[in-house]
């Protein structure tokens, strides 16, 4: 498979208007306060300010659901880049997260690095098991790559791509544009637009969609956020009409989640989300429970 083929693209560098700061001084008396200049102003502490804004990695998790196997699209992994203000360019950072299920599990490895202020570029990779009465054992696994910029201080853009090996019968890829808006002190929304095609396959399909995924996450105190999830495809393309389309390239759903942080770092975040069945084409309700890790303030 040409997987570095697929992973390949161009980062574009994107150079904000740089905005000054300039104090009229009083001839009378001094200033009882001052401004700095090389550096912009840091947001009031808060869960839902420029220090949220993270890196969200696209991945598609098979898990196992009511009638088979399934595909998870918003148990996204992220990580949190930014820190405002910045005073220079940091090393390469690694994080890393685990799922373990009943059926299945999978681990993910990140490497994160800062090449200028606001900019951060990523690489992901993603091994998973999946086990069922079915199908027996299936190996499968995910490359990510992409970049984020902080265009202002609650604004964030970014390109990514990414690739699935699907257990070696249906691999696909995917690039997408993402945005993260910080709308207010306690609102958070989130925007993305992918094109997905499948890979070569032995069953000689050809099929390709444009996604769109959407996240809202508004702050109800320091502890507790409430999350509202949807996406559905834009256009479906496929070179034989009488096969359904693969249940990644129809990916509609939609739910809400209830989040709490118990610590400062460590939190939960729990609810449902109407997802389509893959074999009946239904909409039926998914839980979706995920603990949830924080760098230290």
């Known amino acids: 498979m040409k997987i570095l083929q697929l992973l390949t ?8 208007a740089l905005q000054s700061v300039t104090a009229q001084e009083n001839p009378i008396r001094k ?12 947001l009031q502490s808060d869960s839902a300010t420029a ?11 098979s898990v196992i659901g009511k009638d088979g196997l399934q595909y998870n699209r918003f148990n996204d992994f992220s990580v949190n880049p930014y820190r405002m203000p910045r005073t220079g360019t940091s090393g390469v950072q690694f994080h890393g ?16 690095y800062s090449p200028v202020p606001r900019m951060s570029l990523y690489s992901a990779a993603t091994l998973g098991l999946v086990e069922t ?4 054992k299936g190996n499968y696994y995910i490359l ?15 390109l990514s791509a990414m690739y699935n090996s699907n257990f070696g019968t249906m691999p696909f890829w995917n690039i997408s544009a993402d945005l993260q808006y910080l709308a207010g002190r ?76 118990f610590r400062p770092t460590v939190g939960a975040e729990a609810g449902l989300i109407w997802v389509r ?15 949830k890790f924080r760098p230290g303030r």
């Open 51 to 61: 220090d949220e804004m993270r890196i969200t990695i696209p991945t598609i998790h």
């Open 144 to 158: 990510n790559a992409g970049a984020n910029y902080l265009l202002t201080p609650n604004l964030n853009a970014g």
């Open 9 to 16: 693209f161009l980062f574009i560098l994107m150079f904000p």
């Open 186 to 261: 306690n609102l958070m929304l989130e925007g993305s637009l992918g094109y997905m095609q499948t890979g070569a396959n032995m069953f000689n399909l050809n099929q390709s969609a444009v996604l769109v995924d959407l996240h809202a996450r508004y702050r109800l105190s320091d502890d507790w956020f409430l999350n509202a999830y949807g996406g559905f495809p834009v256009s479906q393309n496929t070179n034989r009409p009488a096969a359904p389309m693969m249940p990644m390239m129809n990916n509609t759903h939609y739910g809400g989640t209830v989040e709490y942080w």
């Open 277 to 291: 069945d893959m074999f009946s084409g239904k909409m039926r309700p998914q839980p979706k429970l995920e603990l």
């Open 133 to 136: 009465p079915y199908f027996g």
């Open 31 to 42: 200033d009882s306060l001052k401004i700095a200049t090389d550096k912009p102003l840091p």
């Open 97 to 112: 997260t685990g799922s373990d299920n009943i059926n299945s599990k999978s681990r993910t490895a990140i490497a994160t």
